[in-house]
Every structure is written in C-alpha cells, then in structure tokens.
C-alpha cells in the first residue's frame, strides 16, 4: 500500500513568502511530498521537492573528502571494495557480547605522553575505549610527536580501529619552562624559588624556574599571588631582583613541565599582558604546518579571545591544504573566552573545556557553572564539546581516584558532554590504563542509569540551518531521535496503519510532520546515517537518542572525525544513493559478521536522499 502525503511548507529561499496563522502563500509554490509506504514490516517517509524530477537525471555534486564537489555520473564514488566494511573492533565485540543498548555513548579522549607513546600502550588504550589521541605541543618534539602519530595510523590500518587525532597547540599565554629536562619537580611549603627571563648557559640552578616572557619580572608586584597549573601549586612574590623574581611556595604541588602561569593581585587576575599576547604564537603557527602536514584529524586552539582567530585559522588550512579534512576545536580557558563563547563556538568545529586553566582565571566556585553553559551552548549550537582537565588527577599517583572524581566524571557524563579527556593520567601517570578503564566504566553506569529512569531533558534545540534543505534534515533528524525512545504500540503493524491513517486524516504543514513522528514512538534497536560529510549523524548526535547511532561513510577521515561524537558508531562503507540498496546491502555485511540479526527494528535517515524509514531487519 502506497499513500502520498503533501506537505506545504516555507522556504527560507523564497523572496516574496508572506503568511498568516493558518497557511503559507508563495509566489511559486514550494511542495516537500513525504510519501509514507508500508509494506509488511516497513515504513517509509521521504522529503522531496519540485525540483527532483529536474535535476535526477543530471550528474549529482557530493562532498569529496577535501570538501570540494564531485561530479558523479555513474553512483556513488567508492574508494575501496565495495563488499567490505569496516568497524572498530572493540565495538564490534561490545555489539557482539552485550548488544546494541549496552554501548558506550561518551567518547574518550586521552592525551599520549612518555607513559603511553609506544605501540603497545598505544593498543592498550585503544583497548580500553580510547576514541581520540591528544598530542600536546607544549611538550616533546615534532620527531617525538610524528612517531606517535604513525604509531596510531599503523594501530587503525593494522588492528581496525579508527582512533582520531587531536593536536593541541602550546598558545602564547605565560607559562613556565622545561625544568632543565626534569620530568617534574616537588615544590614544598615554605620553599623560596627563582622565577627567572634568564638564559641559563649551564645546568639550571636548584630551585629555578625558566619564564617564557620577557616582561615577566617587570609585571609582577611583591605580594601578588602566582598560580602555576591553574592553582595547583602557588607562591607569593616576595622579592624581585633585576630579571629574577623570588617567590615563596604557599601551596605545595608538584611542578609539571610549561605548566600554565597566571599571578592575581588584591584578589583579582592580572590580565592585561596576557590579553596583548596574539592567541596564535609563531611556534603554534610552525607546530599547525607540521599538524597539516601530517594529516592530523583535529587541532585545538588554546586561550581563544574571539571568533575572529578561528575563522583566520579555518582559512589559513584551507589555503595550505585543499585536501585536508581538519577540525579546528577551540578551547575555552579564560574569560575572554566566555565573554565571547556564543561567537567562538559558532565559528569553531567543537570546544573543550580546559578547566584547569579556566579556573585559574575566574573563582573556582564558577567553574560548575561555566562547564555547564559551555557544554549547552555547544550541544545547541550542534558542536562536539569535550569536558578536560583534572578529570582524574590524583591516579596520575594513585591506582584508584577519589569519590569526589567519580562524582566530577558523573556530572560531566550526565550533562551529555560529547567527550571526556585525560591529561596527565595518561601521559605521564603510573595508572594510565586504569584510568581509562574509571572513565569508561562511569560512563556506561551513568548513561545506562539515564536510561533506565527515563531522563529525558528537555533541552531547547533550536534551528541551526540557514538553507531550506537543512532545516528539512534537522526536522528529520528529530523526529528520528524521537521515535526511538518510548514504545508506545506493541504492534509495528498497527503502527504503520496507524501513522498512514492519520495523515489522510490531517491535513499537515512541515511542523504538523514533527508532531507526526514523535506521535509515533518505537523502540528500536538503531538508527542508521548514511552521511558524505557526517552531517546528519552529527544532527543525530545533538538528539541524544536512546538507541546507538551507526554512522555509515565513505570516507576515512570522516569517519574518524565522528568518532569525537556522542553516541555515533562510525562505520566505512561504500554505498549509492538508493536507500533500498543500501539497506539491503548494510544488513547482509553487519548479519554476516553477527552485528545484527533478523527482527531488529532500525530507522534509517541519509543525507543523500532527504528520508526517514523505519524496518525490521529481514
């Protein structure tokens, strides 16, 4: 049985639109069709427009990996065998032995260091959940990072994992040296230490610390307070001495390589050097070259003031490398940053909150809160955020962390954070693989919890596209997310009758669609994307749907960029533009390799072919 459904809905792009409360008027009528299709177990609804029937037959324009156009005439352009199809292989075994419900929504993030740089404690991480790499430029070489990143392409191209990787710029904020090669060093209550712009020709003196700018000495006042690591350890200027500072430490700590610097005077931070300071120094302009070069998959940029420095920086990767397909992250550590947040993270392709260093430029007791707008604003505006910084610190000494951390990783967790991130726990900690094993494990209690208790937040997801097609994907995206949550009819026939019964009865406007679906609740098993770009699976993402999300694209570097993306599994698959194909095509690869079986409900959207279907798998 086949019914159709027309839809009279607005277009943005339409210059003479004018409309009162109970319908639209154009110029040129607009029409999107949903035909709606049940045949046995299925259910099929479609968006198309006018102009399909003028454009089918002419050769179609997708997104290639660089993000320039190609022109398609026989299919899909496929890069590999097109009966393959790849998929992570620790999700895979976590599909295969506990099923769809029991994966791990939050992504992980851990930064590598001496204490997990080689190959086999690359593969312990990737193991244990790790979904990006993090290389911080602030220490190490380009050598030392380079032989990281080969390692994490031979662990993908060797093992079938698809772990992305991030690297983090150093930023031009003040910050202290390298402890004369010293891994760290123990600052104790009472010590007086050198805060010193002097180039040492020798062995650094006992007890000095080499400053990155020149006017430090000049700045600072006898009484201000310095805060190293955003505060985990401090001292009180007590005497300055030409280039040399002495300073009494007042809070003991340990002292990690250029650890952050910032100094407050009579209870306020003194900014105003550090807001002359260019967000993007000469080193960090050396080190993205080199990121570029390397066909990294992300790259963070510290202490952002404006959108401005990202837009120069999008730019600037576009002018050197065509081809590249590299996210640019903005972290979110001071309070230019949130002054300007909304703009920043419109502008950017994901943020971090850096909270270390952000809580050493506002209270301590606002931390909470800014973490909480941050990751809304992100979720909102449809950005991937990762929430970072002292996540776990005390196991960068200890094999088991703190009742207060579990709790801080719970919060992050249940705010929806896109990602969690280790710093130092995975760098340098004796623990690192412990503590990947705490944060997935909270991960999966907290999000099963979730579930299980219903907790629906009812976030305000406001309309993020410009263009009529993709208000239409988000709409769709939706109402996807929607129907997986609540079985609300036993039989999936009856539902199917029950959804082409009421459009003959309604008559329905692109909104009326919405109310349509979410009407008609299913519980299902998953929701299939077939996405060029990572678009819709990205729309997905932002719903946090109760079921996974299998994300299936042709490209690689696509496929590692979702791997950031709360709730997508990304699978490389080459595929077409018919859906039917497609489908037919998914579940005998996931079927053969026990990832599915006959009778799971699934919902496929594309982003190909503006479509929602809903079918058991045959």
């Not at 320039?68 to 590999?80: D, F, M, N, P, W």
Request: charged content about 25%; some cysteine; aromatic content about 6%.
């Amino acid at each position: 049985m086949s019914q159709s459904l027309h839809l009279f809905t607005p277009s943005t792009r339409s210059p003479n639109l004018t409309f009162s409360k109970q319908c639209y008027s154009f110029a040129k009528p607009c029409y999107l069709r949903f035909p709606v299709t049940t045949t046995g177990t299925k259910l099929s609804i479609r968006a198309s427009s006018d102009l399909d029937a003028a454009t089918s037959s002419s050769a179609q324009v997708l997104a290639s990996d660089n993000g320039k156009g190609v022109a398609l005439t026989g299919g899909a352009r496929e890069e590999y065998s097109a009966g393959s199809i790849e998929v992570d292989t620790v999700t895979e075994a976590e599909l295969k032995e506990n099923g769809f419900r029991s994966t791990r929504r939050t992504k992980l993030v851990c930064t590598i260091g001496p204490a997990t740089c080689g190959f086999e404690q690359l593969e312990a991480l990737a193991v244990g959940g790790m979904n990006v790499a993090r290389i911080n430029m602030c220490h190490g070489t380009r050598d030392w990072h380079r032989s990281v990143i080969q390692s994490v392409r031979r662990l993908n191209e060797e093992k079938g994992y698809a772990v992305a990787i991030m690297m983090d710029t150093e930023g031009s904020e003040i910050h202290m040296g390298d402890l004369g090669g010293a891994s760290s060093a123990k600052a104790e209550d009472g010590e007086v230490w050198t805060f010193s712009v002097r180039a040492f020709d020798s062995t650094l003196p006992e007890h000095t610390i080499i400053v990155n700018y020149e006017g430090f000495a000049e700045d600072v006042k006898v009484g201000d307070e310095l805060l190293v690591d955003g505060g985990m350890v401090r001292f009180e200027v007590i005497e300055k001495i030409g280039p040399d500072v002495k300073c009494r430490c007042t809070d003991p700590g340990l002292l990690l390589p250029r650890a952050n610097l910032t100094f407050w005077r009579d209870g306020s931070l003194v900014r105003e050097r550090n807001a002359m300071l260019p967000t993007i120094s000469s080193k960090d302009w050396l080190d993205i070259d080199f990121g570029i070069a390397e066909g990294v998959d992300f790259i963070a940029i510290s202490f952002v003031k404006s959108a401005e420095v990202i837009k120069h920086l999008k730019s600037y990767i576009a002018a050197r490398a065509r081809d590249a397909d590299i996210s640019v992250i903005a972290k979110i550590e001071s309070i230019d940053s949130l002054k300007n947040l909304e703009e920043i993270i419109q502008a950017s392709d994901g943020a971090m909150v850096a909270r270390g260093d952000l809580g050493a430029q506002i209270p301590l007791e606002q931390v909470p809160s800014a973490q909480q707008r941050i990751v809304q604003v992100c979720r909102q505006l449809n950005k991937p955020v990762i929430v970072a910084s002292q996540l776990l610190e005390s196991m960068i000494e200890y094999p088991t962390p703190t009742r207060a951390e579990v709790a801080d990783v719970s919060e992050a967790v249940r705010q929806r954070a896109d990602a969690l991130m280790l710093s130092g726990e995975s760098a340098m900690g004796q623990f690192p693989d412990k503590a990947l094993t705490v944060l997935r494990s909270v991960s999966l209690r907290i999000e099963k919890w979730w579930r299980e208790e219903k907790r629906h937040e009812a976030m305000e997801l406001p309309a993020i596209g410009s263009a009529f097609s993709d208000t239409i994907s988000e709409e769709i995206c939706s109402s996807a997310a929607k129907m997986g949550r609540i079985l609300m009819m036993d039989n999936l026939r009856k539902q199917h009758i029950a959804v082409v019964d009421w459009c003959l009865d309604h008559a329905l406007t692109g909104g009326g669609f919405i109310h349509l679906l979410e009407a008609n609740n299913l519980e299902v098993d998953a929701l299939f994307v077939y996405t060029k770009t990572g678009h819709m699976a990205s729309l997905l993402s932002r719903c946090r749907p109760d079921c996974p999300i299998f994300a299936f694209t042709t490209s690689t570097s696509v496929r590692r960029r979702l791997n950031l993306q709360w709730g997508l599994i990304p699978f490389r698959l080459s595929f077409a533009d018919d859906m039917e194909s497609n489908l037919n095509k998914t579940f005998s690869l996931l079927k053969a390799r026990n990832l599915i079986k006959s009778g799971d409900l699934v919902i496929a959207v594309s982003d190909m072919l503006q479509s929602i279907q809903v079918m058991n798998v045959p």
